[in-house]
């Protein structure tokens, strides 16, 4: 072999050996669930498990926390136990993904596809959520816990409009300040002053809506046969459960 051959033959070799290296790399990132930035909003970089902990894990943790199981509520501590591990699984059987309880790049990828740049789900928004003002003030909390509670919320009701068929829900009415709750003749508890609180009217029905939400990490349903709640369902997170909709078994 003449010596501009080897020398070619040896430059093959090494731009062989970087591709490989390259594709080796990619494959890499993406078995441990590492992304690029997807949107706006949040990009995880590594693959999420049982055992771990973090502010990743908790920004997972809201995404999936419409997932919890019938009657349960899912922390958002950071920490990524049992209950987050069932929370993700039953998230990736929703989507049709490998169900194995560990959050990685296809898992990632899904999530990147619900939320928007603001970190909202893609089928619900801050302003549906909040027609009395723009600031969050004036409630029950700060301004910002507020808005962090509707968030919270909203992903909830991501999960149960997947699990309704993908349906659209109607938001009647979600924050309120005290002037606003006044306004409408609402008690002085409501979970509307506390930005998790949220009122459906339209289809799916009344019984349908408050009996589905009881999978999904909703604490506060009142529903048809609760007095003043027969032409909507209320939704909210109540430190201790309040479940009553008689018309609907609930």
Not at 31 to 56: F, H, K, N, P
Not at 129 to 152: K, M
């Amino acid at each position: 072999m003449s010596r501009r051959a080897t020398l070619l033959h040896r430059l093959g070799r090494t731009i062989t050996a970087g591709l490989l290296a390259a594709v080796a790399s990619l494959v890499a990132v993406t078995a441990t669930g590492t992304a690029a930035q997807a949107d706006g909003c949040y990009t995880w970089g590594r693959a999420l498990s049982q055992g771990m902990s973090g502010e990743d894990v908790r920004q997972l943790q809201i995404r999936v926390s419409g997932y919890p199981g019938y009657g349960a509520v899912l922390g958002l501590d950071g920490v990524f136990g049992p209950a987050t591990r069932s929370a993700v699984i039953r998230f990736q059987q929703a989507y049709g993904l490998a169900a194995d309880g560990i959050a990685g790049a296809q898992t990632f990828a899904t999530l990147y596809n619900l939320q928007d740049d603001d970190c909202t789900p893609v089928n619900f928004t801050y302003a549906e959520w909040n027609r009395c003002n723009s600031t969050w003030s004036g409630g029950a909390v700060a301004a910002g816990t507020a808005r962090f509670n509707a968030l919270v919320s909203m992903w909830k009701l991501q999960a149960m409009r997947r699990a309704l068929g993908s349906v659209p829900l109607t938001i009647s009415s979600g924050f309120r300040s005290t002037a606003c709750n006044n306004a409408v003749g609402g008690i002085s508890t409501s979970r509307h002053l506390y930005g998790d609180g949220v009122d459906l009217v339209g289809s799916p029905s009344f019984c349908r809506l408050a009996q589905q939400a009881r999978n999904h990490g909703f604490t506060n349903i009142l529903g048809p046969g609760y007095a003043g709640h027969n032409d909507h369902v209320h939704l909210g997170s109540t430190p201790s459960r309040h479940w009553s909709a008689p018309s609907c078994g609930i």
